[in-house]
Structures are given as structure tokens and as C-alpha cells.
């Protein structure tokens, strides 16, 4: 079985704060994603990452950056917290199949950040 | 962009009984991926089923199936013989095939009454 794992299920944070959110998958998935999820929103991409080293925005990029060295592991930072910025974040990662693009999509299980 | 909606914030369904959730999406594109994900209270996103849109086929997993009309834009799930185990929030995810991002609707919380 696959299996993402979130360095914490809940953390609490001051404004200001630099926070790092850590996610491993040990599937040696090519992709991995990391999102927010707010109730009425849905889950909206922050950032996804297709290689190591590589990273791409997504939705709501802003007042975030990621991280990754080695490809089972991609990291959320928040570099000044922001009240904001609380939110369950959930981070994900799938293969690449070729000729079919990525598939589906594996997901940690959150991440609860209060920010204060 | 693409957009998925979900226009059932929350359903409720009596234990043994069938309920659909509702997902229409809009995209121009001709081939993507559709998925519906679970999220038990508490626990883990996981994967209920997906659909390719090149397959008129609609995909079934056991107690759910999906009822996938392209022309309509639409894809919603029937859970059969509702379980305790199905209340969940019920999330509808869009893929474009050149895309590695997905879109998610807002989610729909089913309550499985006994």
C-alpha cells in the first residue's frame, strides 16, 4: 500500500513564525502536491512538484514555498505565518504513467495548523 | 480553468438505502479523469473510484458506481446499501490528461443514518 505520512497532525503556530510542514511518500512517486482545505472551499493546490528540485505554483501560491531535495520527500514552508493561514493542509503524491500523464492521487492524512 | 461544483453541501442517507451526490464540472478539454475521494471524519483522503472520459463505460466499485454523462458535464456517484462506514465528506476531483493538478468541488458531508 502506499503510504504518505505528515510530520504532524496538529500544530500550533504564532504569527510571524516560520513553519515547516514535512511530507514523505515511500512509494517513489514521481509527483507530489500539498494543498489547503477550508470548509465550502474544497481542497486548492498551493504547490506541486514533479521531479526533485522541481516545483510548480498553484492556486494560491502566496505567502508559501516548498521544498524538495529528494524525491520522497516535499516540504510546505510558511515563511511568516499569517492568522490566515489557518488551515488543514494535506499533502499528496501519485505516479507518472506514461502516456497517460499522472494518475491518481494518494493522500497524506493533514496536517491541523492554528495559527495565533 | 476548470471547475468543479458540488451542489449538495451535505446529504443524508438511512442505513441499507441508496443515495447519489451530485458533481458537474465544466472544462473544454475532450479527455480527463474524474475521481471521487472520501474523507472519513478524522481520517484519511482515499480514493472511491475514477473515471477516464474516453470510456463510455461507467466505472463500478462494489457498492459504487458512478453515473458519467460527458455531453452534460456531470458525474455523480450512487452508494448503494449505504453503510454506517460511508458517512464521510465526499470530494469530486477533476484531472486534465496534460495536467498533473487537480480540481476539487467543495465536498458534500453524507450522514448515514441507522
Known amino acids: 500500500d502506499v503510504k504518505v505520512t505528515q510530520s504532524s497532525r496538529y500544530l500550533v503556530k504564532r504569527t510571524g513564525e516560520k513553519v515547516f510542514l514535512e511530507c514523505v511518500q515511500d512509494m517513489d512517486h514521481e509527483n507530489m502536491f500539498w494543498y489547503r482545505q477550508d470548509p465550502g472551499l474544497g481542497l486548492r493546490l498551493i504547490y506541486f512538484?514533479?521531479?526533485?528540485?522541481?516545483?510548480e505554483k498553484g492556486d494560491i501560491p502566496e505567502g508559501y514555498s516548498v521544498s524538495r531535495e529528494k524525491k520522497e520527500r516535499f516540504s510546505l514552508i510558511l515563511e511568516s505565518a499569517s492568522t490566515n493561514q489557518t488551515s488543514m493542509y494535506l499533502c499528496?503524491?501519485?505516479?507518472?504513467?506514461?502516456?497517460?500523464?499522472?494518475?491518481?492521487?494518494?493522500f497524506g492524512p493533514g496536517t491541523r495548523l492554528t495559527v495565533l | 480553468a476548470q471547475t468543479v461544483t458540488q451542489s449538495q453541501p451535505e446529504m443524508s442517507v438511512q442505513e441499507a438505502e441508496t443515495v447519489t451526490l451530485s458533481c458537474t464540472y465544466d472544462?473544454?478539454?475532450?479527455?480527463?479523469?474524474l475521481f471521487w475521494y472520501k474523507q472519513p471524519p478524522s481520517r484519511q483522503m482515499i480514493l472511491v473510484i475514477r473515471?477516464?472520459?474516453?470510456?463510455?463505460q461507467n466505472a463500478t466499485e462494489n457498492r459504487f458506481s458512478v453515473n458519467f454523462q460527458k455531453a452534460a458535464k456531470s458525474f455523480s456517484l450512487k452508494i448503494s446499501d449505504s453503510q454506517l462506514g460511508d458517512a464521510a465528506m465526499y470530494f469530486c476531483a477533476y484531472r486534465s490528461h496534460n495536467n498533473n493538478d487537480m480540481r476539487f468541488g467543495a465536498g458534500t458531508r453524507l450522514t448515514v443514518k441507522p
Open positions: 512538484s514533479y521531479d526533485v528540485k522541481m516545483k
Open positions: 473515471q477516464e472520459a474516453y470510456k463510455q
Open positions: 472544462t473544454s478539454e475532450s479527455d480527463y479523469y
Open positions: 499528496a503524491s501519485s505516479p507518472w504513467t506514461s502516456g497517460r500523464g499522472a494518475d491518481t492521487q494518494y
